[in-house]
């Protein structure tokens, strides 16, 4: 059964703070990861992963992959209470099946 | 680009009638859709996947004559959910996927569902 492990499942940090948010798994065919942020509503998308070691980056935040032993993290620097959200990994196969991860919850405080 | 919409936003209804919700892809053909249901600080729990012309494939644990899914079209699916119940209440989030991104998933704004 595949399976997605995000930790830590909530974290509460200050503004300006730096955060790492993990993502292990254990998928068959794994094609690849995927991270997502949750605010209100539904998640909106933020990166697909599909290489080890090459980090993708949008503003504060950036992540990479490492296929060797099957994790991904996503960074967030400078932390803003903005980025309060539950932070969501999934793992896509060749089957097409994705598999999503219980989810972080962020808490930035002012 | 990639704007996935889904109507009604919020529904209450009471014990044993049906509920439809759609969800539409606004500017891009969606080949496979998903619907998610996902419960208060949960993860989102995949109940089916449809792609467009074909039955949907239902997750395990999931009823297929509870929640009826039809993807008639590259733009629309919608979920069906027959006799509800109060445990039925739920946030329902639809996502779509198209051809030029085939793993990244497009979310809609999700549907609450409120059974009385």
């Known amino acids: 059964e595949d399976k997605v492990v995000q930790s830590p499942l909530s974290l509460v940090v200050h503004e300006g703070d730096t955060v790492t948010l993990n993502c292990s798994y254990e998928?068959?065919?794994?094609?690849?990861l995927l991270w997502y942020k949750q605010e209100k509503k539904a998640p909106t998308f933020l990166f697909m992963l599909?290489?080890?070691?090459i980090e993708k980056k949008s503003g504060r935040l950036s992540s990479i992959l490492d296929k060797k032993e099957l994790f991904s993290i996503l960074n967030i620097t400078a932390t803003q209470t903005g980025d309060s959200a539950i932070y969501l990994c999934?793992?896509?196969?060749?089957?097409?099946?994705?598999?999503f991860g219980d989810g972080t919850t962020l808490t930035v405080k002012p | 680009g990639a704007v996935v919409s889904q109507h009604p936003s919020r529904v209450i209804c009471k014990s044993g009638t049906s509920v439809k919700i759609e969800c539409r892809s606004l500017d891009f053909q969606a080949t496979t859709m998903f619907w998610y249901r996902q419960f208060p600080k949960k993860s989102l729990m995949l109940m089916a996947t449809s792609n467009e012309g074909s039955k949907a494939t239902y997750e395990q644990g999931v009823e297929k004559d509870k929640f009826l899914i039809n993807h008639a079209s590259l733009t629309l699916s919608t979920l069906t959910v027959t006799s509800a119940h109060p445990e039925d209440s739920s946030f329902y989030i639809c996502s779509a996927r198209g051809t030029g991104s085939p793993d990244t998933q497009y979310f809609g704004p999700g549907t609450r569902l409120t059974v009385l």
């Open positions: 599909t290489s080890s070691g």
């Open positions: 998928v068959t065919n794994f094609r690849s």
């Open positions: 999934a793992v896509a196969t060749n089957a097409g099946k994705s598999t």
